[in-house]
């Protein structure tokens, strides 16, 4: 996994010769870089991924166990079956506030090492429910325990890896959302294939993706170091040479403190209100992924056929999103029409999937696969999330609006799900919401081409020998260090 050979950021120095080891500002040499970075990416972003394709293969898991008896077994309702998906994400609602307190106190990559064991136990106790109550007490639970390893591998990227190299690396681990719908379907196809089982296949599953997350869990705890200095795969020098690159991207506000003025900004920005919106209404599209089985089956599939008609759309995820980060990287100023192109194929599939009649079995299954491609567009959107607001407080509030408004998409929208076989009023609300997410990115890039405009503006007509008035105070009156994005008069948008 040589990330670093392919990646961007590093064809600056690629023209030089051996003979050019160029000395740093930093103090180190770009060869001494490229040795670090190769490492990281071969220790540090395979954990990432690992447990990130897991924790998507346990949400996903709920989709095939549908096919394969758990409704029937449960006696559960199409309402009931729909509140298993949302009660989930109340549970990983639930849990951000105490683990994000207990992440700042407790070593990193420990803590969530425990939290990936404690999942891989609760995931396999998904087995053993025989009513809708205790499946969804469980459901909750699990959905609780995953809470930490979104917000804590957003901290962990941050202290390997510098800014200009977060973009690849975030693409990398939403690819393990459609590997895991791929290699899941296979996984179910396979246990559905064994017909001496002595528990009903969906339960195998269960406890199979759960002893695996356990391992994976243990093989974190163990080897994630906690930082460049725990950093057994590094030598001195290269430890040394980690934290000088680390160094250089560190902003003044490099604070620990919460600040209230950054509050109020932030809840009178329309642009990080516009975020928050990002998150409803691109995840309010998530039944998709664990309802386009039942459609796939209501068309007269076996439970095997659909599971093989389900796994390509995995594939077609990890296509789309890696078309979107090309044109980003072709067109790195227009990152907001690139998400506009990026809904047009899922909304296309979605419209298909209501017009199509059940006699056009392969239209509706092609359909199902671009329906499920949501991941793309919230790669990107992600990206303009974290590009355009500074300061640590504010910074970190737009991810939080941004990750609540994700659990409420993903609470409410199951529950329009509920009228099988077509879900009808599920399938008429995603086109809806991917429509209002056309008019909200539309709005976004408005409102940052506006600002810029407004500040290459006040720039001109500025006096170029007082800069100093611009220079923002904190409460006792000495220039601020942590700027927020309007503080910062230079600070432009990116659209």
């Keep these: 996994m040589d990330i670093l050979k392919e990646s961007p950021e590093c064809s600056d120095n690629a023209d030089r010769t051996d003979g050019e080891m160029l000395e740093l500002s930093g103090g180190y040499t770009v060869e001494e870089e490229r040795a670090v970075l190769r490492k990281i990416d071969m220790v540090i972003l395979p954990f990432m991924c690992f447990v990130f394709f897991l924790q998507y293969l346990d949400k996903q898991s709920l989709s095939y166990a549908g096919v394969f008896g758990l409704i029937e077994d449960l006696n559960m309702t199409s309402s009931q079956y729909s509140w298993s998906s949302s009660i989930f994400y109340v549970g990983q609602l639930v849990s951000e506030y105490p683990f994000i307190y207990l992440m700042s106190r407790l070593p990193l ?29 469980v459901r909750f639970l699990l959905g609780f325990s995953e809470g930490a390893v979104s917000p804590a591998f957003v901290t962990i990227t941050s202290i390997w890896y510098r800014k200009k190299e977060h973009n690849i690396r975030t693409a990398l681990w939403i690819t393990m959302n459609g590997l895991a719908q791929v290699i899941g379907c296979f996984l179910m196809y396979g246990i559905g294939k064994n017909t001496s089982l002595s528990i009903a296949p969906w ?14 869990g243990v093989g974190f705890f163990i080897l994630m170091p906690n930082g460049p200095k725990d950093a057994w795969f590094l030598n001195a020098r290269e430890r040394e040479v980690l934290s000088l690159r680390m160094a250089e991207d560190r902003e003044g506000g490099d604070k620990t403190s919460f600040s209230m003025v950054q509050l109020k900004e932030t809840l009178i920005d329309p642009k990080a209100w516009v975020v928050f919106w990002f998150g409803v209404l691109v995840c309010m599209q998530s039944p998709v992924l664990t309802f386009a089985s039942l459609v796939i089956k209501s068309i007269g599939y076996s439970k095997l056929e659909t599971m093989l008609y389900t796994a390509p759309s995995g594939a077609v995820q990890i296509v789309l999103l890696w078309i979107g980060a090309g044109l980003v990287y072709i067109f790195p100023h227009q990152r907001s029409l690139v998400v506009l192109a990026l809904i047009i194929p899922p909304l296309i599939g979605t419209v298909f999937l209501m017009k199509l009649d059940v006699a056009a079995q392969w239209g509706l299954i092609v359909a199902s696969w671009l329906a499920s491609c949501i991941t793309a567009s919230m790669t990107i959107l992600l990206s303009l999330a974290a590009s355009n607001f500074k300061g640590n407080t504010k910074r970190a509030i737009v991810n939080g609006m941004f990750f609540i408004g994700y659990c409420a998409g993903c609470i409410a929208s199951p529950q329009l799900w509920t009228h099988r076989p077509r879900y009808t009023s599920g399938v008429i609300t995603s086109i809806v919401t991917w429509c209002l997410l056309f008019c909200v990115v539309i709005l976004f890039r408005f409102l940052c081409v506006w600002d810029n405009k407004e500040r290459d503006k006040q720039a001109a007509n500025s006096d170029p020998m007082s800069v100093e ?15 927020t994005d309007k503080q910062d008069r230079e600070f432009r948008y990116v659209w």
């Design 469 to 483: 008035q611009h220079v923002a105070l904190d409460e006792n009156g000495l220039p601020q260090t942590d700027l």
């Design 203 to 216: 339960r195998v599953l269960f406890i199979i993706c759960g002893a695996i997350t356990v391992l994976a």
């Design 109 to 137: 990559t420990k803590f969530v090492g425990a939290t990936v064991i404690v999942w891989g136990i609760i995931c396999m106790c998904l087995a053993a429910p025989t009513n809708f109550a205790g499946f969804a007490a």
